[in-house]
């Protein structure tokens, strides 16, 4: 078992002795009340961006994740975690217990280093059964850490949307807002690192040794890349990346482009994973004290977008005293959790007629690779995976938070409100200027159906009459599914 290390109250930055601190420091102290941003929308970037933080860290890495894939760039990323130890960093690593399965020997592997320690939060009790589990602790159980944050000497973090998982960081063309993460310096660093404490400490987390036997054998196979995956082309397209990715470097020299503002971590109190967080302090709540009421634009994307009838009728509301909405969401070809895709469509119609523009992406695999159905806790591989909202072109949130019953009230949820003029215009922009590709356009005919417009160059406009590349069933369980009283749930 790994010894606990670096107490509660010792979370503020390291000095200048780390190479982080040396190459992050000149600039901060050039800033001192704004962080300094770095948008990652290309998932081998981001990918790079983690391994690179990784091989730099000298004193203490900090990790908190939903997912994390045994995969290739799952087993990558713990090789590096590996060597970091390995090399005297001290490392925690900090798993919701949902998507484990399978990962206890490499997990009880790493935990067994006595520079890692691995917590996991509300875990199952029942290893390969898990699903008995719900059936004596349900209440418990349904609530998830969905929280995403990479934090390196306490000088850089990385937040957003992404898991870890080769889903998450795709080879070849990404599809539009696949996901996005936000690499910060400066104050908004030491706001993850203390909340990283804060989960790290709380009832709803375990040490992993108290929850898992420790496996027998001593091999670190099974935490390192297999023989036979190392030869292979993604392996090889990661790793070529991570070389010629400059993130490292341009940080070093004080090159790395970065937009620098006010920024602020909003995360929810841990207790919400045991049901004990009061209401005040819930993402939502927060969220709409701190922003206020947008007044010209506001842009959703949202991998789920479950709005609920009180969020429809805030919306409205909205809508009505002049602010323009736009919604970006998955469409039912190209989500993961078709229930879920239900408590979004019955709300479709009214939201059309009080002009709400909507946006559904279009699948980005071939319909022989439609994304695998997760059931409601899992998330995603889906084609869109972001979670990210602008207000009014100067304020920008991106995290883990998706606009669904089960993000407001029953998962964890991290994220950064940056007020930004610049990144803000940027993500709108992007918005209206892509959409017409890779997103299928919402409108109601004169018979008040919806229709789903998509755009053909020469060819004008394709209109679908109903939910392009789907099958009549999946169709039917939608419509089967909205009727149904389980919207809290999804």
């Known amino acids: 078992m790994a010894e606990a290390f670096y107490p509660q109250d010792n979370v503020t930055p390291a000095d200048s002795r780390t190479r982080l601190a040396r190459a992050v420091k000149p600039r901060t102290v050039q800033h001192p009340q704004h962080s300094g941003l770095h948008s990652l929308s290309d998932g081998l970037d981001a990918f790079a961006a983690r391994y690179q933080l990784l091989s730099m860290a000298e004193e203490r890495i900090d990790i908190q994740y939903y997912i994390w894939q045994n995969d290739m760039s799952g087993r990558l990323l713990f090789s590096a975690l590996l060597e970091a130890a390995d090399r005297g960093v001290r490392v925690r690593l900090l798993l919701d217990d949902n998507n484990t399965m399978g990962l206890d020997k490499t997990l009880s592997e ?79 660093v030491e706001e993850v690192a203390a909340d990283f404490e804060r989960y790290w400490q709380s009832g709803a987390v375990n040490a992993f040794s108290a929850v898992v036997d420790d496996a027998p054998e001593d091999s670190r196979a099974a935490v390192t890349l297999p023989e ?49 967080a009061r209401r005040s302090t819930l993402l939502p709540q927060r969220m709409l004290e701190i922003i206020g009421r947008p007044q010209r634009q506001f842009d959703i994307i949202s991998a789920y977008f479950v709005p609920t009838r009180a969020g429809v009728a805030q919306l409205l509301l909205l809508a009505r005293s002049g602010v323009k909405i736009a919604i970006l969401t998955n469409s039912l070809a190209a989500n993961d959790v078709s229930v879920v895709h239900a408590g979004y469509a019955k709300w479709r119609k009214k939201l059309l007629r009080h002009g709400v523009k909507l946006y559904e992406l279009k699948p980005q695999n071939s319909s022989e690779e439609k994304p695998h159905d997760r059931g409601l806790t899992g998330n995603s591989g889906s084609s869109l995976h972001a979670k990210t909202f602008s207000v009014d072109n100067q304020k920008v949130f991106i995290g883990s938070f998706n606009f669904d019953p089960r993000s407001a009230v029953l998962n964890t949820e991290m994220g950064l409100l940056i007020e930004s003029e610049v990144l803000a215009s940027n993500i709108h922009q992007r918005f209206v200027e892509e959409m017409r590709e890779r997103a299928w356009t919402l409108r109601l005919d004169k018979w008040g159906r919806v229709n789903w417009v998509e755009y053909e160059g020469e060819a004008g406009e394709i209109v679908h009459k109903h939910e392009p590349k789907t099958r009549f069933y999946q169709r039917l369980l939608v419509h089967l599914v909205w009727r149904l009283p389980v919207e809290w749930l999804l």
């Open 110 to 188: 790493l935990n067994r280093h006595p520079n890692i320690e691995i917590r996991l939060f509300n875990p199952f009790s029942f290893r390969t059964l898990r699903a008995l589990g719900y059936l004596s602790d349900f209440a418990r159980l349904n609530r998830r850490m969905h929280n995403k944050s990479l934090t390196v000497d306490n000088m850089v973090t990385i937040v957003g949307g992404r898991n870890i998982g080769d889903e998450y960081f795709g080879a070849g063309k990404q599809p539009l807002f696949s996901d996005l993460d936000v690499m910060a310096i400066g104050p908004v």
């Open 228 to 276: 036979a995956w190392r030869d292979s082309e993604q392996v090889q397209r990661y790793m070529q990346r991570v070389q010629s990715c400059g993130y490292i470097a341009q940080l070093d020299s004080g090159e790395l482009e970065m937009i620098w503002a006010p920024a602020r971590l909003l995360s929810d109190d841990p207790r919400k994973g045991l049901g004990k």
